[in-house]
């Protein structure tokens, strides 16, 4: 079974950074893995992920600001925010699909507030 376990969430101001950690029971054989992030009374949409090949895709709002990210050697992935908008407020998720199957985590909270 795989786990995925996300940290790094918090308050902070907006203009801020923080970086979120996901660490993997395992973070080999997935074609995508990825950010999404779900703010209140909205769905959950893609922030950014890797695809097959090692490319990387970035939700329009946020290409710029955020990076995505990961170390093999800690079986973790990681997404960089910086430049932080009030409208970044939402739990995020890692996520990683193997063929047809899903992963997710239990999420993180960010707040974006003066």
């Known amino acids: 079974q795989v786990q995925l376990v996300e940290s790094g969430g918090g308050l902070v101001q907006p203009g801020g950074s923080l970086r979120l950690s996901c660490v993997f029971s395992?973070?080999?054989?997935?074609?995508?893995m990825g950010w999404y992030r779900q703010a209140p009374g909205k769905e959950r949409d893609l922030v950014a992920r890797f695809t097959t090949g090692g490319s990387t895709n970035y939700a329009d709002s946020v290409k710029g600001r955020f990076t995505i990210s990961r170390d093999y050697t800690k079986n973790t992935m990681y997404l960089q925010m910086n430049s932080l908008k009030p409208e970044d407020t939402a739990v995020y998720y890692c996520?990683?699909?193997?063929?047809?199957?899903?992963?997710w985590g239990q999420g993180t909270r960010v707040t974006v507030s003066s």
């Open positions: 395992t973070i080999f054989g997935f074609n995508y």
């Open positions: 996520n990683a699909r193997r063929l047809v199957e899903d992963y």
